[in-house]
């Protein structure tokens, strides 16, 4: 499964229902979409200023993390964003695959060019 940060922001119409339903409640409803979806919620956190709860997640594909986007933005009570997480040892396995890449602007690197010379 792959692990997603969720940034959650409230409009009007979902502070309104926070303040009546109280945090412990959105938490529930939050960890109910994330398991109806085979996902698992790992944490979920308040919080004040641009956004206002986080939430770190297991979700099993990158259609779950969009069909749950698409279904909560689709409220109108509340935006989210999904960001999926990289581990290190993710990092580490980008790191050791080296495509040719050409910047705009740049000449084509000779063939056989070590990467980084010209």
Do not use: H, W
């Not at 939430?55 to 509340?78: E, F, H, M, T």
Request: proline letters at 5%.
């Amino acid at each position: 499964m792959a692990k997603y940060l969720i940034k959650i922001d409230y409009k009007t119409k979902g502070t309104k229902g926070l303040m009546k339903e109280g945090g412990s409640a959105r938490r529930t409803a939050v960890k109910q979409l994330i398991e109806g979806l085979g996902g698992k919620l790992d944490s979920f956190y308040y919080a004040y200023g641009d956004i206002d709860a986080y939430a770190i997640c297991d979700l099993p594909d990158a259609s779950a993390g969009i069909a749950l986007s698409l279904a909560v933005n689709a409220s109108g009570a509340v935006n989210i964003s999904t960001t999926p997480l990289i581990t290190p040892e993710e990092i580490d396995a980008a790191a050791r695959k080296v495509p040719s890449y050409r910047a705009p602007g740049e000449e084509a690197p000779a063939k056989g060019a070590a990467k980084g010379k010209k």
